[in-house]
């Protein structure tokens, strides 16, 4: 299937993985790059050294494009900036912030740049400042989250900006696919899919709970303190939203969450753990290979395209 991101991306397939913090590394970018996909390297809140590892284990084990996700909010953005922009990686999605700061520099290395966007004021901001596309992100998604919906959100950016839009947030199947393109955009990322893609590398107990989980399965904690994140509810959700109830403040809430990411990738807690995943997760049942997900993905959604 061509559309503008897999031209401008050199992909076969318009599918991008989520750039997930401790989930997304070279193992399952890797993996979703060779199935035809763009596959990206989550760089979250590591350090520089950590992600240029990462960046060279990818580089071994596909020679097809691969993206590095920078969250522009962590201590060593500018490192990590500098590092992607060495090591020359395709493409790179950015969160958290304005790449305004790195944007020359990484339009010097080759590097295409496609920001998250959850509006579209920020949409047309991140146009201005140079961005190759955007990735209009709806809060079904997983994660830290804006308020508008994928379906609200994805054809208001199509219309205010002239780059590719790429759609993200509640997309998991070719239905999701069709459905984007329909609403104007080139293209998907999805994240939640493939928590429990064969190469992913997060805990089995973390997989189980995405597997198992139904339609009302997923909470949104940090709403009062302007932080929103989409996770699995657990017993560290429920006791956050009564401490939010309770008035506490961010850094008291901040007690529950620090390192609990870590917690259910790493060590598979699914009780204190925070296991991001979006409102899709309920349609995930089962577990396949990055390769297997994607091409059941595009016939499902080449047949509802009539193509």
């Not at 969250?71 to 090591?87: D, I, K, N, W």
């Not at 917690?263 to 297997?292: F, H, L, R, Y």
Request: charged share 20%; net charge neutral; proline share 3%.
């Amino acid at each position: 299937m061509k559309t503008a991101i897999t031209e401008l991306l050199g992909i076969q397939y318009p599918i991008l993985q989520g750039g997930m913090a401790w989930v997304a590394e070279d193992s399952l970018a890797s993996a979703v790059s060779n199935a035809g996909g763009l596959g990206i390297i989550g760089a979250g809140n590591a350090p520089a050294d950590v992600v240029r590892a990462q960046i060279r284990r990818a580089k071994e084990k596909t020679d097809k494009p691969f993206g590095v996700n920078v969250m522009l909010l962590s201590p060593f953005a500018a490192e990590v900036a500098q590092v992607v922009a060495e090591e020359k990686v395709a493409v790179v999605t950015t969160g958290a912030g304005n790449p305004g700061t790195y944007m020359e520099m990484w339009k010097g290395a080759g590097i295409k740049v496609i920001p998250v966007v959850a509006s579209v004021a920020l949409a047309k901001m991140m146009q201005r400042a140079g961005a190759d596309a955007v990735i209009a992100e709806g809060c079904e998604s997983g994660g830290h989250i804006g308020e508008s919906t994928t379906m609200t959100l994805v054809p208001q950016v199509v219309d205010g900006v002239t780059v590719p839009v790429i759609a993200a947030g509640g997309i998991g199947d070719g239905r999701g696919l069709a459905a984007a393109m329909m609403l104007g955009a080139e293209g998907v990322q999805m994240g939640t899919r493939f928590l429990v893609a064969e190469e992913c590398v997060i805990h089995p107990n973390y997989k189980k709970q995405v597997l198992k989980a139904k339609d009302i399965d997923t909470v949104v904690t940090g709403r009062s303190v302007g932080h929103p994140a989409r996770q699995i509810r657990n017993q560290m959700t429920r006791k956050y939203l009564e401490m939010e109830k309770e008035g506490c403040t961010f850094e008291e809430l901040e007690t529950l969450t620090v390192g609990s990411l870590r917690k259910a990738v790493q060590e598979g807690d699914t009780t204190g753990g925070s296991m991001m995943s979006g409102q899709i997760a309920g349609m995930v049942k089962k577990e396949q290979t990055c390769k297997e997900m994607i091409e059941e993905i595009m016939g499902q959604a080449e047949k509802l395209l009539g193509r």
